[in-house]
């Protein structure tokens, strides 16, 4: 079973992917900042991260370099409530990038699209 970290400050949120990827049979973690979320990925075994770009007063785009420089064959993928930070090359580091929404469909189809390759092996 994939472990799959989500990275957000929204409660609400977390609550919601965290369900919903667990009706599809993920393990899912939450973090609700950087800190966090680098401690989830120091002390766990994670497969992909999904990531806020805009957490409080941190980066997203500062952690994904850090995961990148750390770990980088592990998949991650931005979630923003903006599309504007597409054109911020730091976020090209990432493997998709996702614009927030209640309807997860898009969301699924990458984390399934991304896994895949792990689970081939």
């Known amino acids: ?3 799959i970290l989500i ?8 609550m919601l ?3 919903e990827l667990e009706d599809e049979g993920y393990e899912v973690v939450c973090a609700a900042n950087c800190r966090e979320a680098s401690i989830a990925l120091e002390s766990q075994q994670i497969d992909l991260v999904v990531l806020d770009i805009q957490i409080k007063q941190e980066s997203g785009l500062d952690m ?3 995961i990148v420089k ?3 064959n592990l ?3 931005l979630c923003s409530a903006y599309d504007c930070y597409k054109d911020d090359f730091s976020s090209w580091l990432a493997d998709a990038y996702i614009i927030k929404s209640s309807d997860l469909r898009e969301l699924k189809t ?3 699209r991304l ?5 081939d092996r």
């Open 1 to 3: 079973m994939a472990r």
């Open 75 to 77: 998949p991650v993928i």
């Open 64 to 66: 994904l370099q850090e």
């Open 110 to 112: 990458e984390i399934r």
């Open 7 to 14: 990275v957000d400050d929204e409660p609400g949120l977390r």
């Open 115 to 119: 896994l895949k390759p792990a689970q």
């Open 70 to 72: 750390q770990r980088n």
């Open 17 to 19: 992917y965290s369900a």
